[in-house]
């Protein structure tokens, strides 16, 4: 009977490093944070600067609190198509080109299931994107010009 248990408990152990494990690969066991500031407005964004995090994005989370928003940088400048995929709530996005905003999608809907997805795209080429709570945009009267400026978070 104690055998039995020592394995168990073996085999749990294994188990539960072989997770922790997937789970740091898979890019949240190293989240990164940015400031980020556009006008008189602060936004605490966690980094999307990985491909896996990329994809992943926001997909399968409840919600995202005011003040929020998750900050994708990319290496090359491009037309960055995102999709709604997984999403439990509308979001914003804020399309970058280096610190200035050059478009944005106000209030995008959840996807319909068994519909394809709708991809959303800047109208300009842009190596940075920011994704906020849905009407954020609108009430911080954020427009296409605006300046950011963006800090490392010490967290």
Do not use: C, H
């Amino acid at each position: 009977m104690k055998k039995n248990i020592l394995i168990l408990i073996g085999i749990f152990i294994v188990i539960a490093f072989s997770v922790l494990k997937f789970y740091y690969r898979s890019g949240r066991g190293d989240i990164k944070y940015s400031n980020i500031t556009i006008g008189n407005v602060n936004v605490i964004a966690e980094l999307a600067d990985t491909p896996q995090k990329q994809y992943r994005g926001l997909s399968g989370r409840e919600s995202l609190e005011n003040g929020k928003g998750m900050l994708f940088i990319f290496k090359n400048y491009g037309k960055y198509p995102f999709v709604m995929r997984d999403m439990k709530f509308s979001i914003d996005i804020i399309w970058i080109r280096d610190n200035a905003v050059v478009d944005v999608s106000e209030n995008l809907p959840l996807p319909v299931f068994g519909n394809l997805l709708i991809e959303y795209s800047p109208s300009s080429n842009i190596n940075k994107v920011l994704e906020v709570p849905a009407e954020f945009v609108k009430a911080n009267n954020i427009k296409i010009g605006d300046n950011l400026e963006i800090a490392d978070r010490k967290t």
